[in-house]
Nanobody, 116 residues
Framework: QVHLVESGGGWAQPGGSLTLSCVAS????????MNWFRQATGKEREFVAS????????????RYGDSVKGRFTISRDNAKNTVFLQMNSLKPEDTAKYYC?????WGQGTQVTVSS
């Protein structure tokens, strides 16, 4: 049974940083691409970042949504079955609930609020 559990959300000032974590269980973590999405109140869910499986060896294994490029970094620790999202230079428009995703499986989300 696939489980994805996010943590690390909270409040940050504009320009600040937060790191989100997603611990996965129930599958062979290293063999799957992992994604982060976010959804702000009243808006559609938005792609944030993805990282390929460890089997991907053709260069850069990460992708980012245009709104977060250069500010967010996705990474993974296969030994800990965990995917991270380092968020720097946060903006108020980054306020949203952030979700970890693999295929059709979703975590419960963690709220990020950016305000002064």
């Amino acid at each position: 049974q696939v489980h994805l559990v996010e943590s690390g959300g909270g409040w940050a000032q504009p320009g600040g940083s937060l790191t989100l974590s997603c611990v996965a269980s129930g599958f062979n973590f290293s063999r799957y691409s992992m994604n982060w999405f976010r959804q702000a109140t009243g808006k559609e869910r938005e792609f944030v970042a993805s990282i390929a499986s460890s089997e991907y060896t053709f260069g850069d294994n990460t992708r980012y949504g245009d709104s977060v490029k250069g500010r967010f970094t996705i990474s993974r620790d296969n030994a800990k079955n965990t995917v991270f999202l380092q968020m720097n230079s946060l903006k108020p428009e980054d306020t949203a609930k952030y979700y970890c995703n693999r295929d059709v499986f979703w975590g419960q989300g963690t709220q990020v609020t950016v305000s002064s």
